[in-house]
């Protein structure tokens, strides 16, 4: 740090950032000179409670054991979380949370600060422009912070605000867990969260959405008769005891959640802090959480780096995912309580189940850890929805499209391998599918299988036009039933506006240095630059089309297929159709996305005829162009309706790959909101698939009805026994692995205990 002059650092706001922050700061640089100011008096605070996980205990503990001593003293921590819905309470325990009232909160912090000599003022509300002598000016002035509104084209700030409206409002109920709570009214749904934070007082929230506070007249109901309106309709879980507002400083005590993001968390020798830099949705309980641990990473940076501008980078470089990731979850969370309408139709043990995994980060063997009885509930109500006698791991949950029946939810995701030779499946592709099969996923796919030499992406794409496509398909369908319990699906497609490209390991999307042959669209939009703009469908042209597909179909009933997928995703023909961005046609194929989903579905209406009726069809599609005026989550749902209307058994539902122009967010499991969404909104079946990577994963997805089937394929292509493996970690015997290979699963089950043995013995 300098050496001469002690450093001299301010802080905008007294609240858990600001305060944890200057006795952090303290404890690590003592001679550092640090002013809070805060606007209000000492005890003059809104809220009641507010929780922390026990890891976030163990943060605090290890930053300042007097703070932690403090907190722990006065704590009220509790185990479970109670979900009540239906008329029934569902309760996992295991939980670990600890709450405490935020004014205690508040105290100990202040008493904390004071004691180490920080300078806190209380009732100075203080503008950074009148701040002139500070090396450091910490903006912890909250979500609504004007230090951060000051200079928001520099921090680059974005505000979202969400759909809900909630209240947060105390009471002397005692609850014995986290407790959440949903009641149905005529104009939608309601719910409570709520814990207990000190020995006779709780917090609850109500929330619903905007609309349903509107119809309800809340909007323009005074506080007393809003809080009557919430004590009627949750009178079952408050035990007589009124709900108590202490937000009498606010116009109206219904507020609405903003999500606060800023690309730059620093700016000359300001630097935000907590809410002021971001916030996170309530629902996950961690916005003190990322306040406070903002604070020890900002107090450390500037311990560390003499110049406050490294300083600053060093703090965000280090929280900056960290905020991310928590953001990340907070939204999913966010949203399924936006949506409690959308996972109506669920009983109550999936219902809780999909809640308690809402933000995708508590998982199947997470539950199972915590506790292992509430899950061996879940496995049991699954198993005995599926027919079985005993609880399974939910990846194993046998599963019927019409007449075919699955062994498992697993599913090996189509996947182009760019070797045939004029479409022909070789050995490679019997070696390869094969093998999968033999892995022990329930069903597997084959590539995207094109219906006519010009309908291929690649030179190396399989087809099915050709007397030897279909004698290649039916001596690997053959293998694949005489040898392994799987079922084998056809996926069929037309690469339209992006055809005539180069193989996978080249430059895909890009078209092939030579040879390329002419591409057909529903308009003249090429798929990027150096795309050969395709020619404009006529109505012929969709005859030709359909009758290709009517062909192949036949083909691949001869060929002895159990499922046919039409390809309508990824910008290839029917998805290029379905997308705005490359249907620019005027006609009765364009427009609206009735129109647009014309030509798709007649050619699905001509498989539909063709395909044997015992057997089932599927429809993969893009839920989303990530490109703002393309195709949304919401036309998804329209999508699938209008294939499932024309026969379809399942959705497969993938994303994007239809615009260079796409901002995909990535992340784990990325595309299964969509599914979820598509499944729950519409009661029908789907299959999510999008980096989805372990059992555990696929487990959590089908025990929560997030998906009826998990596609799987990268991790295939590393592992083709995904799904044998997994069994041998989950102890499932009852998998069937091929006889020969029966030594080498004992083995291997063998070695993947000792390995747990000694990962536990290690931990
Ligand atoms: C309904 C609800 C429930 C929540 N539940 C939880 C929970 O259970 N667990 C959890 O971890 N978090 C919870 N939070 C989030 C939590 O309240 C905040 O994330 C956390 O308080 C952020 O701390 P902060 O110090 O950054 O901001 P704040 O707590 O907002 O503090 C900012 C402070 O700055 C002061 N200030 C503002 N402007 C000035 C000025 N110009 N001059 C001087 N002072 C100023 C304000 O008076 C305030 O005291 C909840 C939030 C809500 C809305
Ligand atoms: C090499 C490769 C080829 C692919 N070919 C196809 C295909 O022919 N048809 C299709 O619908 N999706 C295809 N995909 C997409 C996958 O089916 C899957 O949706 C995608 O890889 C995401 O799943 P993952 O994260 O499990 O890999 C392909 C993916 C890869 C990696």
Redesign the pocket.
Known sequence: MRVNAPLRVVS???????LFFSIVLKRVHPCAEIVV????APDDTF?W????SDQTLGNIAAADPDTFARIAAEFVHWDAIDVNYRGRTIRAGGQGFAGIA?KRLLGILQERALALGVDVRFR????AGDIADADVIVA????NS?TRRAHETTFGTTLEGRRCR?M?LGCRQSFEAFTFAFERTDHGWFQIHAYQFDADTSTV?VECREETWRATGLDTMSTADSIAYCERLFARFLGGHPLVSNAAHLASPW?SFVQVNNARWSHGNIVL????AH?AH?SI???????LEDAIALANALAAHPEPQAAFAAYEAERRIEVLRLQNAARNSTEWFENVARYAALESEQFAYSLLSRSQRLSHENLKVRDGAYVRRVEGWLAERSGLSQPVPPMFLPYRLREVELVNRVVVSPMAMYRCQDGTPDDFYLVHLGARAQGGAGLVFTEMTCVAADARISPGCAGMYRDEHLAGWKRIVDFVHANTPAKIALQLGHAGPKGSTQVGWESPDEPLPEGNWPLIGPSPVPFGERNAIPREMTRDDMDRVTKQFVRAAHMGIAAGFDLLELHCAHGYLFSSFITPLTNKRTDAYGGSLENRLRFPLEVFAALRANWPERLPMSVRISATDWVEEGVTPDDAVEIARAFHAAGADLIDVSAGQTSRRAKPVYGRMFQTPFSDKIRNELGIATMAVGNITDADQVNGIIASGRADLVAIGRMHLADPYFTLHAAAALDYTAQPWPLSYLPGRDQYVRTSRRAAEAAEVVR
């Not at 802090?273 to 002021?276: E, H, I, K, P, S």
Request: charged share 15%; aromatic share 10%; glycine share 24%.
């Open positions: 905008i706001g007294g609240g858990p950032a600001g100011h805060e606007r209000n809220g409670g507010v929780v922390f935020r100075s509300p203080i503008e912890a002035d909250g979500a004007a909630y947060w929230i507020l802090l907590g809410d002021a916030t309530f309980g961690s916005g003190t959480k990322l306040a």
